[in-house]
């Protein structure tokens, strides 16, 4: 028993200094990926749930090392929040979103709103807005047509946040609160907060098939649409799905029913091929 303790101790030991190495391995190789153009957007679709007609698309980035292949960014994301690398890559991405949404539309694709995710740190960064209005200076994008997607976990600062909130109102902004019902909000925050949409997530809808599931998720679509905000659901990979989330009143969806998140260049292919 001791000399097996002994051996799982060994193995342990190695598999969390492997871990730690790849851990600091992407910490360093992110600090140059920007430059040495290894991030790369892709963009999925959000479509009218009635008509399968893309109205949006969000911008997901994509990390292509040359030896360490694809990582995910649910890999890189937290080590980038966690070292301050997610502030210039935050700004690289909104900077390139906006001015691929106006490249569409120079191409004759009709005017889509471009969702980009914006971590916590960024959120609250003292720079934030005027980033945001600087970007859409320089590009001359429809501040309208922008939706920057913030987590619930804003909520632990309310009322810093709500005042960013606002202050994004004013520029014109769209915001939305993404993976909403995982985290932080309680009913009466969500009320006060100058917010256009939610984005219900994934994990509501997986298993929305499932009738002892259905009134949770029925019951955040009512609340979305009491206060008057737009819902989108996320995730969706079924027509079953869809076609439950229709019934419930619910216009907006996104998921690899659809589309999965795509490069810049099939984005106008997606307005073509539809499904009902
Ligand atoms: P998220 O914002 O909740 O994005 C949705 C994730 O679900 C994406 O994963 C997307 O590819 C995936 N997804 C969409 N539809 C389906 C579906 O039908 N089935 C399944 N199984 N998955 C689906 P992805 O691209 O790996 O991104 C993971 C997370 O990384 C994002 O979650 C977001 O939190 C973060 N992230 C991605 N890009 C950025 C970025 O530019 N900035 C920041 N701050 N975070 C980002
Ligand atoms: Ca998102
Ligand atoms: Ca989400
Ligand atoms: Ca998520």
Redesign the pocket.
Same mark, same amino acid.
């Given at each position: 028993a001791k000399g097996n303790g002994r051996n799982s101790y060994c193995f342990f030991h190695s598999d969390l200094n492997d871990a730690l190495t790849r851990k600091v391995k992407i910490e360093n190789e992110l600090r140059r990926a920007i430059e040495r153009n290894q991030l790369v957007l892709y963009y /999925?679709p959000i479509v009218d749930l009635k008509t399968g007609q893309p109205t949006g698309v *969000?911008?997901? %980035?994509r990390w292509f090392h040359p030896e360490m292949g694809s990582i !995910?960014?649910?890999e890189f =994301?937290p080590i980038a929040e966690e070292t301050g690398q =997610?502030i210039p890559i $935050?700004d690289w %991405?909104l900077e390139t979103a906006c001015k691929q949404n106006l490249a569409w539309q120079k191409e004759g694709l009709p005017p889509v709103t471009i969702s %980009?995710? %914006? !971590?916590v740190r /960024?959120f609250q960064h003292t720079d934030f807005i005027a980033k945001v209005k600087n970007v859409l200076e320089t590009t001359g994008h429809k501040p309208a047509l922008l939706e920057l *997607?913030i987590t619930e976990s804003i909520m632990q600062n309310v009322n810093e946040s709500i005042n960013i909130l606002k202050q994004l109102k004013d520029i014109g902004v769209k915001t939305a609160i +993404? +993976?909403f019902g995982t985290g932080y909000s309680s009913l009466h925050i969500l009320k006060k907060l100058p917010i256009d949409t939610i984005k219900v997530d994934?994990l509501f809808i997986d298993d929305i098939t499932d009738e002892a599931n259905q009134p949770i998720v029925k019951t955040i679509i009512d609340i979305g649409a009491n206060l008057n905000l737009r819902v989108i659901a *996320?995730? =969706?990979?079924t027509i079953e799905q869809a076609n439950i989330l229709t019934q419930y009143q619910c216009h907006f969806g /996104? $998921?690899?029913?659809y589309s999965?998140?795509v490069p810049a260049e099939m984005v106008p292919g997606t307005f073509r091929g539809q499904i009902k």
């Open positions: /999925q *969000e911008a997901l %980035v !995910s960014p649910a =994301i =997610i $935050g %991405v %980009v995710n %914006v !971590s /960024q *997607e +993404d +993976d994934k *996320e995730g =969706i990979e /996104q $998921g690899y029913l999965k998140p």
